[in-house]
């Protein structure tokens, strides 16, 4: 059967070009861990992991280990980091993928120094600290007793620290420089008590292009990877290309007269003689419901509005202003089509939520077509 025409189109050599932007902001020396979690944030997993495996990416990182496992079975090579934690019970499955797992409890360090000793193993470990994200990671003044504990655990190597901002994305840096100042001192208690990991790593796609003595030794650049921006403003800082554009066809033209109620919950009536487009694309695609009333879509080159509800499966758009539109033609959701641009940013600000939603949300069923 054919592809579905309602297709996301990835741009493996923009890709490229932003792993090298981003690489270029680094010093030299200073590794990359390229995250490719979440389906590489929409974008196919395996298909970036290929690419930014080959463009030298020392690590990758994933949220999950059966994320890590998947990539494993496709013949990635590089570490995976499984940035989200383990379950003690998962210890066996992060031996059987060679995957490194992030450690930030005592449960889970001793399972791991466990199935190290029935493997005649050392597993590297990856331990986080949490110096204001409040999400996971050991708190700056449980680090001590933490570290003490791992002395007992000969069969568990710290080859890194971590940490993670809560807002370097912010114009304002005074908490992400309260963050790295805590992370230094973490580090300095950490290299008092004997350890010497080979990482050091806090800083994220912002913080790469934003926030000065943020590099350490490892750096985690995630969404700028695939050519979207933390915020607005950082379009001025660092030059990236679009990685994914998401496109579809007209299924079906009608006309309909003024007064004409379109989809579920009449809530669109047309003001004149209109041009409806039937679009295959719905939610269950990704194309958020709360774009009713204020998204668009470009066809013929024209910015043209998304009418009524958007359903699971369809949606409509207005097309009157259209010349010669026709059935099949192409239709736009995220990307350029002649001089118009609809960016992710875009359709993520009016469905009030971000970029990183957008992309993720786009559902499996819609194919991934990869271009160069």
Same mark, same amino acid.
């Given at each position: ?21 981003? !690489? ?49 079975? +496709?013949?990635?090579? !590089?570490?995976? +980091? ?24 005592? !449960? ?34 449980? +680090? ?20 993670? /901002? ?16 805590? /992370? ?14 080979? /990482? ?59 007064? /004409? ?103 499996? !069923? ?7």
């Amino acid at each position: 059967m054919e592809k579905r025409p309602t297709s996301a189109f990835i741009d493996r050599e923009a890709l490229r070009f932003n792993y090298r932007q981003l !690489r270029s902001r680094i010093p030299a020396g200073t590794a990359m861990m390229a995250v490719v979690k979440a389906n590489a944030y929409g974008h196919g997993d395996i298909e970036a992991a290929r690419v930014l495996e080959a463009m030298g990416s020392e690590f990758l990182g994933v949220a999950i280990p059966e994320e890590g496992a998947w990539l494993r079975d +496709a013949g990635m090579k !590089r570490p995976i +980091a499984v940035l989200g934690g383990i379950f003690p019970d998962q210890a066996g499955g992060v031996f059987d993928f060679d995957l490194t797992p992030v450690v930030f409890d005592m !449960r889970t360090a001793r399972s791991l120094d466990t199935e190290a000793r029935k493997r005649g193993a050392v597993k590297k470990i990856h331990v986080k600290i949490d110096t204001g994200m409040g999400r996971l990671g050991l708190l700056p003044d449980e +680090a001590g007793r933490f570290f003490a504990g791992l002395k007992e655990l000969p069969n568990l190597d710290v080859e890194a620290v971590l940490s993670h /901002f809560a807002e370097s994305e912010s114009e304002d840096k005074g908490f992400s420089e309260s963050q790295l100042s805590g /992370f230094k001192r973490s580090l300095e208690e950490i290299r008092g008590m004997g350890f010497d990991p080979l /990482f050091t790593e806090i800083a994220n796609s912002a913080a790469i292009v934003d926030l000065e003595g943020s590099h350490h030794s490892l750096v985690r650049p995630g969404i700028m990877l695939y050519g979207s921006y933390p915020a607005e403003r950082l379009r001025e800082r660092l030059e990236l290309k679009p990685v994914l554009q998401l496109k579809t066809r007209i299924l079906h033209l009608k006309g309909v007269p003024p007064g /004409f109620s379109v989809s579920y919950g009449r809530r669109f009536a047309t003001k004149r003689h209109s041009t409806i487009a039937t679009l295959p694309i719905g939610y269950a695609d990704g194309l958020p419901r709360r774009l009713e009333g204020k998204g668009e879509a470009l066809a013929g080159g024209k910015r043209v509005p998304l009418v009524g509800a958007i359903c699971m499966d369809l949606a409509m758009a207005d097309v009157t202003d259209v010349p010669d539109v026709k059935a099949g033609d192409e239709v736009v959701i995220i990307g350029s089509q002649g001089a118009e641009t609809i960016t992710a940013e875009e359709v993520a600000g009016k469905a009030g939520t971000i970029s990183y939603e957008i992309f993720c949300g786009i559902s499996q !069923r819609v194919p991934r077509v990869y271009l160069s």
